[in-house]
């Protein structure tokens, strides 16, 4: 069997890494893939978004499986398109994507199906939206209907503020909707929780905690993810059965009522406060960095739960984790969420050692004369497992020591309130 992942950054390399200790994969691909993916898999250069471009690329490398990394070609309709070919892509429909791709969309179905969330608004006209701000108690959260890598949404302290953010969404500030969706700040600590779903059933795939925003002790903007850790302290069994409950088991089954099954990666963005989880959003694929963590952790074969996904049986499955837990450390080009620079080179990569228990996974990295140079914002996540967190951290950190990179930044302080 031969198997693509879709994508090249961080996350897929770090399921390529995953999926390249299964035995059961004849050949691995990447799609395009990266600097990274290239040393454990072969990578095929071309424009995934050309969906008869990649089909030709499937056909000719006899691959029948299809991973998919990002959550653009999921909204798009990569699945429909490669289903109606015949080869199986593992991830949501058009349809079930909305739940990542139209915020609205999230919203009715946690309306309809009592799923518990920030109370909210949907506004197309300014004149409406300016009501409703003007008598609405601050801070208020100001989102971007549609798809905005990460940067649609804003905490906004002022009725001013809030005013400015409306009319920049309206105005097409975020290509994919103008449509703004205002909803009620929630309080409390934020978890991502992961289930993996083959439409009917579903079988939790891990937890891990998030570091949205650039500065150390959660200061200034936000961005993709800083760093991430695994598992979420947070989120103890007693929790999980809630938040399975209250929220998982009524999504699930409230899509299926309207005609939208879902099959995938399904992440929760959780509020948690006093024990009562209320979800933030949904995303419709493996996190970025939390899923370096999960992969590093994860003992069981990850082909065989996408299998078993395709086979409708993934209630066989029993998903086993590594006690130690793990810790990604984002590696970022200076000046990142805003302006920074590309093309800078990074040293002395070759001579970190690299294991079951640390790698280093390539996001945003390019290879040119046999120099590897920084090409985005999140350049490398620096991971690690170890017996506890702060070791984990501390092996992280000593890795970034060892790499010689002039333009790098990155949290030292990832799982701040959780170590100590
Ligand atoms: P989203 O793109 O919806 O995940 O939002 C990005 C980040 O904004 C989340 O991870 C939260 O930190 C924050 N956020 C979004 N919605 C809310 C809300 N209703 N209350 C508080 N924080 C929020
Ligand atoms: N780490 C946040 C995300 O993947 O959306």
Known sequence: MNVAVIGSGGREHALCFKLSMSKKIKKLFCIPGNPGTSE????????????????ESLLAHNISIVIVGPEVPLVAGIVDFLSSKNIFAFGPNKKASQLEGSKGFMKKLCKDFKIPTASYEEFEHFEN????????????????DGLAAGKGVTISQTIEESLKCTREIMNGKFKTSKKVVIEEFLEGEEASYFVITDGKNYLPIGTAQDHKRIGENDTGPNTGGMGAYSPSLLITK???????????????????QI??????????GLMIKDNNPKLIEYNIRFGDPECQVLMMRMNTDLIDLILSVKNKNLLNQEIIWKED??????????????KYEIGSEIKNLENVKT???????????????KKILSNGGRVLNVTCTAPSLKQARN???????LIEWKDMYFRKDIGWRVIN
Do not use: M, W
């Open 395 to 401: 092996k992280a950190l000593d890795i970034l020591n």
């Open 238 to 256: 007693e929790l999980e059965k809630k938040i399975n409950r209250e929220i998982i088991e009524p999504t699930i089954k409230g899509l299926n």
């Open 129 to 144: 939206a300016e009501i409703y701000i003007k008598k609405s108690k601050h801070p208020l959260v100001i989102k971007a």
């Open 325 to 338: 837990p793990c810790i990604t450390i984002v590696a970022a080009a200076k000046g990142y969420p805003d």
């Open 40 to 55: 454990i898999c072969q990578n095929i250069d071309i424009d995934y978004n050309n969906f008869s471009l990649l089909y």
């Open 355 to 369: 294991n079951d228990a640390q790698q280093i996974f390539h996001a945003g990295t390019y290879k040119k004369d």
């Open 259 to 268: 005609d939208c099954s879902f099959v995938g990666i399904l992440y929760a």
